[in-house]
């Protein structure tokens, strides 16, 4: 199990764009299981929308993504970012609203050279609310930082 100061030493998203915040279960290379809690405090909420606050299905994907981002650390190159590559299959069965937990569980699919592949649940009160597949890929930091006087 890790609170969020344990997550913060291994993710580098901070508020209001840090969706991760208890990892309830990590096996390292294989899965985990994680929470966010979902608060009309968060900022998106303002605009999406007033009179009807859904959490936007791109940040429901990112909540995903940090998780799995834990999952792939053990295995992580300090040269090389590893960033979202592709996003399949995402279903959202039900939408998120403020006041939800959600119980987000991923699993690695596949790895193969620079690529690892998960397939992610979120579910509130064991219910699913969206689930699919994401693929990640290393890349070289220079790649996309390189030198900025060139």
Same mark, same amino acid.
């Given at each position: 199990?890790? @609170?969020?100061?344990?997550?913060?030493?291994?993710?580098?998203?901070?508020?209001?764009?840090?969706m991760?915040?208890r990892?309830?279960?990590l096996?390292?290379?294989?899965?985990?299981?994680?929470i966010? @809690?979902?608060?009309?405090?968060?900022?998106? #909420?303002?605009?999406?929308f007033p009179?009807a606050?859904?959490?936007?299905?791109?940040?429901v994907?990112e909540?995903?993504?940090?998780?799995?981002s834990?999952?792939?650390?053990?295995e992580k190159?300090? @040269?090389?970012?590893y960033?979202?590559?592709?996003?399949d299959?995402?279903? #959202?069965?039900?939408?998120?609203?403020?006041g939800?937990?959600?119980?987000?569980s991923?699993?690695?699919?596949?790895?193969? %050279?620079?690529?690892?592949? #998960?397939?992610a649940?979120?579910?509130?009160? %064991?219910s699913?609310r969206?689930?699919g597949?994401?693929t990640?890929?290393?890349?070289?930091?220079?790649?996309?930082? %390189?030198n900025?006087?060139?």
């Amino acid at each position: 199990m890790m @609170n969020i100061v344990d997550i913060n030493k291994r993710i580098k998203q901070r508020p209001p764009f840090q969706m991760i915040e208890r990892v309830t279960e990590l096996n390292p290379g294989e899965s985990a299981s994680g929470i966010k @809690n979902v608060s009309i405090n968060e900022p998106y #909420f303002t605009g999406h929308f007033p009179d009807a606050p859904i959490m936007p299905g791109v940040l429901v994907i990112e909540s995903c993504a940090q998780l799995c981002s834990l999952v792939i650390d053990g295995e992580k190159d300090d @040269n090389l970012l590893y960033v979202l590559l592709k996003v399949d299959n995402f279903k #959202f069965i039900k939408p998120v609203i403020p006041g939800d937990t959600l119980n987000i569980s991923v699993k690695k699919t596949r790895a193969a %050279g620079t690529l690892t592949s #998960f397939e992610a649940a979120v579910c509130v009160e %064991g219910s699913v609310r969206a689930k699919g597949n994401m693929t990640f890929t290393a890349i070289p930091k220079e790649s996309v930082y %390189g030198n900025s006087g060139e």
